[in-house]
């Protein structure tokens, strides 16, 4: 009765929810190779001091607590060009004293659930970086995890300071649904996981409050518990793909960002957010960044706290700091130095690791826990990636719609159109798919499927010009089903008015249920 009651309170979840991002081609540089790991190191002394010189035989990898050979390993240090290349354990790498390259900046700024403060406060510490600290042949590219805003990577401070001047919050709408009691997307992660005893008492006290006789026995609160997890599984659910949005996000920007020159670094600048039960995707950008040897680094954009909650800092800062710590880059959480973090977190480290191993047998599938020290008992600590998903080799359904928006297949799985206008106000795209022809599974009542939307757009010669992902996620209640099946479902963009001439517009639509696709392609002269 308790959990009925809860669901006829509870507003239902939005219908219809689309999540955005710029696209970009993806590079050839990040392999796919799923029997290999790959770990950034960094090793510090009992003093908090870097340690350099050490070689392959100094260190240690456990593997679920099996140890494993290192078969490569490089030592990387500032002002230094290193090829990493296969080499004996124990084997130093030759390195060759080289002009220090240019930097390949991307600046990933997580508008989706970063404060007002912590926007602007980040976007005057870029600022000040893109105005006072970027060397002549450095390059920065601006990203949002929203999509709202985006700059490719370029050289134009004037362009790039006026892109930060229009950073804003973009929270994405109906991503909450609203419960009764009330309970936040962070402490429906923590009942759900367990992660603290006084946050479960509360559900149940708050759901007993509403359901139990008075006065309120103990013995009534202790029986809410599957109450209490029910309503935070409910929450949790409808606001869990707002933090995957900002993943799939960083995914485009990284291998954009593996493709271009130099030294190459990814500063994330975000309150943080849960990531439990997302491994097999936080392992995979590590994975990239590794192999792509680029450095990730992280700045909490909301400062210090007035109260700072030791648990809330762990929880919502374990995906920045283990992907920082692992590609050898820095994590700074509690500080309201923005301008400061964002200085610190571009320099490079004056010497770190790059080791990696391959696993015996076949992929498994399954999330191992890593460990990595120095032998020899010396009092030195080591920062690296603590766990990887063996993955399986295959074709993710990204990978599936980058290469087929690549390809310049025509390809109709199922119906849809494509319609190209110019406007004054932009380039409109206008796609329209027929809903009769796709599966709705049934879920809870509701007939739910996903579609992608890739929006690409190219120059007469096939040059890339700007791209854009959404992905549709629909619950569909029957009444509006029926509505989509006699109508269709549409879904629409825009890009800028390019300069005058002749564009082709391709557009790939992917459907999650079945895995198919709808691909095709209309020219439009620009006047």
């Known amino acids: 009765m308790c959990c009925a009651l809860l669901a006829a309170l509870a507003q239902a979840p939005p219908e219809v929810r689309i999540r955005s991002a710029a696209w970009f081609p993806p590079s050839l540089t990040i392999s ?28 240690e990898v456990l593997d ?41 900046i991307a600046l990933f700024f997580d508008d989706v659930h970063a404060s007002i403060l912590g926007v602007h406060k980040s976007a005057e510490a870029a600022e000040k ?26 050289g134009d401070r004037d362009r790039l300071l006026a892109a930060l001047a229009r950073l804003e919050p973009h929270p994405l709408n109906g991503v909450h649904v609203e419960s009764d009691p009330p309970m936040s997307p962070y402490d429906a992660y923590i009942v759900i996981r ?101 450095r990730i680094a992280a700045v909490n954009s909301e400062g210090l706290p007035p109260n700072p909650e030791p648990l809330h800092r762990i929880v919502v800062g374990e995906f920045m700091k283990a992907a920082a710590k692992s590609t050898g880059g820095q994590y700074i ?6 301008a400061g973090n964002l200085l610190k977190v571009t320099a490079d480290p004056e010497v770190s690791y790059l080791l990696g191993f391959s696993p015996p047998g ?42 087929i928006a690549l390809s310049g297949d025509e390809i109709k799985d199922f ?24 599966r709705f599974s049934e879920m809870e009542g509701r007939r739910v499927e996903e579609l992608t939307f890739l929006t690409l757009l ?26 989509k099946l006699r109508k269709g479902i549409q879904a629409a963009t825009s890009f800028p008015v390019p300069s005058p001439g002749s564009y082709r517009v391709r557009e790939v639509v992917r459907e999650a249920a079945q895995d198919r696709i709808w691909a095709n392609a209309t020219t439009i002269e620009i006047r």
């Open 32 to 59: 796919a190779d799923a029997n290999l790991v790959e770990l950034g190191a960094t090793v510090h002394d009992r003093q908090g001091r870097l340690i350099g010189g050490l070689h392959a035989s100094d260190f």
């Open 64 to 104: 679920d607590k099996q140890s494993r050979e290192i078969t490569f390993f490089s030592e990387l240090r500032k002002g230094v060009s290193v090829s990493i290349s296969a080499a004996p354990a124990g084997a130093p790498d030759a390195t060759a004293p080289a002009p220090p390259e240019p930097r390949t």
């Open 129 to 154: 970086l893109i105005s006072n600290d970027l060397q002549p042949a450095d390059r920065v590219g601006i990203f949002t995890s929203s999509g709202t805003t985006s700059v490719d990577f370029t």
């Open 194 to 294: 367990h992660l603290d005893p006084d946050a479960d008492k509360l559900a149940m006290w708050e759901i007993a409050k509403r359901s139990c006789p008075t006065p309120i026995t103990m013995q009534c609160v202790a029986s809410q518990r599957s109450a209490a997890t029910n309503t935070a599984m409910m929450v949790w659910e409808s606001s869990e793909y707002q933090y995957t949005t900002t993943l799939d996000a960083m995914e485009i920007v990284l291998r954009h960002l593996a493709a271009e020159p130099g030294r190459r670094i990814l500063i994330l600048l975000s309150p943080g957010f849960p990531t439990g039960g997302m491994e097999k995707r936080t392992s995979a950008l590590v994975d990239a960044a590794l192999r792509a040897n680029i």
């Open 333 to 338: 959480d509690y500080s309201n130095d923005w």
């Open 362 to 403: 076949e992929p498994d599938g399954q999330y191992h826990v890593l460990k990595t020290r120095i032998g020899g008992n010396r009092g030195y600590s080591v920062e690296s990636r603590t766990g990887y998903i063996a993955a399986k080799a295959s074709e993710n359904a990204q990978r599936h719609i980058d290469r």
């Open 415 to 438: 119906p849809a159109t494509l319609e190209v206008r110019q406007g004054q106000d932009g380039l409109h795209v206008k796609i329209a798919v027929e809903a009769k022809s796709l």
């Open 458 to 483: 190219e120059d007469a010669q096939g040059n890339f010009v700007a791209g854009k992902q959404s992905v549709m996620d629909m619950a569909l209640t029957p009444a509006t089903l029926a509505e």
